[in-house]
């Protein structure tokens, strides 16, 4: 076996030789170019008459893109989700003695525990499926990324735009202690809307009259939080579809405010009301516009099979002074804003690129980290549960396990579901084009 390696080394060499003797290609290669050409070939010719056969790369992605779309994989990354997302559950349950005693370790042992579900979703995104996130930002905003509270306004066109949103949040360091204000029915989901109601998320009914009072009392507890946070809103109020647009701009020609081109009309009174109730304590906005490359539409499946894809956002940080306090005159700002993420999107469609300088934070290892701890304590009992299942013998337990696996597959597919553009509000029917206010 050594004499014939050997020998397929030498002739190898000799090959090289005969390469170094060849004329340079007459496309205009060099010889090198020749030999270090990008075609994607399984083996790599040495001689005319001699071939060393090396593993594809293509090929060995093919594999680990085969396994990532398994459902088995699939099972396994939802199992650990829920059954850690329950365990979590319920640890900040037996948090709630110590609301009444000292709420700021509250707040700070309920940041960790989030900490534990959310950047599960975050090991997905960035080590699951590869997905890459690069900031295109003033680079003399860069030092007050992570280290101040900050209002985010995010356009909201993809499913996994607040996936996205925490990917950057993990880079920062602060995603346990991300907030957002959202649509009260998602209190009601399991795992992440019961660890949203534990890190005071705002919850609303979009119904104006319901809310103003509730979501300014809510607001006004976060200006004692202890730690830095980044409340994100999204100020069109639903996921942009073009039949949502269609009436968006029907509302913004009846109003008399200019049309956008890939943005919904925004709802203003939400923004203007956690502006007044957290401006002493917040020090900046960030204005981001998120777009994704090669005009992709990114879905969460889509990260669960292992789908890498390519997120560009846009932030520009705007003092809290340069918003004006009153109402009204904070309502046409956020409109001019609008207008102006509006143009940032036709230049990328454009462009491909945004104006700023580009920069990728670093990715922090403890996402992983994380996973890697919940899988260690969750997955062997787990198999070894299933394997005294499927030993038995017994066609009563065999059945049981088959039917836990379809429920499984429900749950999965439903929990899924809860992201889809197509499962968002009701926003844009005919029987509400009339009820579309700010």
Not at 193 to 209: A, D, L, P, Q, S
Not at 232 to 255: D, N, P, W
Not at 285 to 306: A, I, K, Q, S
Not at 385 to 414: D, N, P, Y
């Amino acid at each position: 076996m050594h004499i014939l390696v050997l020998g397929v080394i030498l002739e190898g060499a000799s090959g090289l030789e005969e390469l170094k003797a060849q004329p340079p290609s007459k496309h205009g290669g060099s010889r090198r170019d020749t030999f270090l050409s990008p075609g994607s070939c399984s083996r790599l010719e040495l001689s005319h008459h001699t071939h060393l056969c090396v593993l594809s790369v293509p090929h060995a992605m093919d594999l680990i893109g085969l396994l990532k779309s398994q459902f088995l994989c699939h099972l396994v990354f939802c199992y650990v989700f829920i059954a850690s997302g329950l365990i979590v559950n319920a640890i900040q349950l037996c948090t709630l003695v110590l609301w009444p005693i000292n709420k700021q370790l509250f707040r700070k042992i309920n940041g960790r525990l989030s900490y534990c579900i959310s950047s599960q979703l975050v090991m997905l995104l960035e080590w699951w499926s590869g997905t890459e996130c690069t900031m295109y930002t003033d680079p003399k905003s860069l030092p007050y990324y992570g280290k101040e509270n900050a209002i985010i306004v995010l356009n909201h066109k993809f499913e996994i735009d607040f996936l996205c949103g925490w990917s950057l949040a993990e880079r920062f360091g602060i995603l346990g202690n991300c907030k957002v204000l959202a649509k009260k029915e998602l209190a009601y989901v399991p795992i992440i809307g019961w660890m949203w109601y534990f890190v005071e998320m705002i919850f609303c009914t979009r119904k104006w009259e319901q809310d103003r009072q509730t979501v300014a009392k809510s607001l006004l507890r976060l200006r004692e939080y202890p730690e830095n946070y980044l409340f994100l809103i999204h100020c069109e109020g639903t996921r942009f579809t073009e039949k949502k647009h269609q009436i968006s701009m029907q509302v913004a020609q009846a109003k008399g405010l200019p049309s956008l081109k890939h943005h919904l009309l925004p709802r203003t009174r939400g923004f203007a009301i956690t502006v007044k109730c957290l401006r002493d304590v917040v020090p900046a906005v960030y204005d981001c516009t998120l777009n994704f490359r090669n005009n992709e539409n990114p879905t969460l499946l889509g990260v669960l099979n292992g789908k890498k894809y390519h997120a560009d956002f846009y932030i520009r940080r705007i003092p809290m002074e340069d918003i004006p306090e009153e109402e009204e005159k904070c309502s046409a700002w956020l409109h001019k804003l609008y207008q102006e993420k509006d143009a940032f999107q036709e230049e990328y469609y454009r462009t491909g690129v945004f104006s700023e300088t580009p920069w990728v934070p670093p990715r922090r290892p403890w996402a992983l980290v994380n996973w890697l701890f919940w899988a260690s304590l969750l997955l062997y009992p787990f198999f070894r549960f299933l394997v005294s299942m499927a030993s038995s013998g017994s066609s009563v337990t065999l059945a049981s396990l088959v039917l836990v696996f379809c429920v499984a597959s429900m749950g999965v597919r439903w929990m899924i579901g809860v992201t889809e553009i197509d499962k968002g509000s009701a926003y844009g029917n005919i029987d509400n084009r009339q009820k579309q206010t700010d």
